[in-house]
């Protein structure tokens, strides 16, 4: 199962999802603290703090960040 950690009203995370509705997939989202020093999770999966980070762990991704490294993933892989 895809997992997307995100932020409402974070134009980067909307970016993602709508790659990920386009393309159909399904996911678990997870809404992260808006004080980056609380995203423990986000930090432990992708070795930073920000937001959008996806992980597929179909393919090998525990935690991927950049919303456009997320959507080449995503178009390269799903599409
Ligand atoms: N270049 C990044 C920018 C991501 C970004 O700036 N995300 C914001 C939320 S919209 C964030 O997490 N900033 C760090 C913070 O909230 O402290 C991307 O495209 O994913």
Redesign the pocket.
């Known amino acids: 199962m895809l997992e997307l950690y995100r ?1 409402p009203g ?4 909307r970016n993602v999802e709508r790659k990920l509705d386009e393309l159909g997939l399904e996911y678990e989202s997870h809404i992260v603290f ?1 004080i ?1 020093f609380f995203r423990f999770r986000v930090k432990s999966v992708s070795g930073q ?4 980070v996806l992980v597929d762990p179909a393919h090998g991704i525990e935690g991927l ?4 490294d997320i959507v080449a993933h995503l178009e390269r892989t799903y599409a």
């Open positions: 932020l974070c134009p980067y995370c808006p980056r703090s920000g937001v959008p960040a950049e919303s456009d």
